[in-house]
């Protein structure tokens, strides 16, 4: 057995989420829209999609067209994601690493995780993790995760 000497040990992802996975704010917006507008497909699928976020159990009045479909495409998903989390902006403050402050929107990006929308640092891509995604992504990531293997 061989040692390995710690700068060769890739730096490990790290996810920062957020224990309210969806804002107040919104969620108390869909709410009073909704009222206001009870027929709303859009508000009631957004309602529904934050139900499900919060792990919401039983039928609540507003949401009770429970024949509607939440079958949502990856990028719906992220979209509603995006309207109803925190974004990084608003959780990450301030940032460091190796020893120099850092813009935090340029080091972390939004992380899918089964917790909601994460922050996610030195976090494989999507379009990369699950390689039957349609999006290639950018150039510069496929070059960076090119060489990582899970077996070295």
Known sequence: SQPTPIWNIPF??????NMNKVRASRAKHVIRELEADPEN?????????IGEICEQTGEEELGSKAEMDLSLSDSKVHGLLDSVSHSCDEMLVRCKFEGFERDCMEIFSPTL?????????????????FRNKEDEGVEEDLERWSKWNIQE
């Open 41 to 49: 497909i859009t508000l009631a699928r957004e309602y529904l999609f």
């Open 12 to 17: 490990p992802a790290l996810t920062l989420c």
């Open 113 to 129: 995780t089964d917790d909601g929308q994460c922050c996610g640092f030195n976090v494989m891509p999507e379009h990369i993790m």
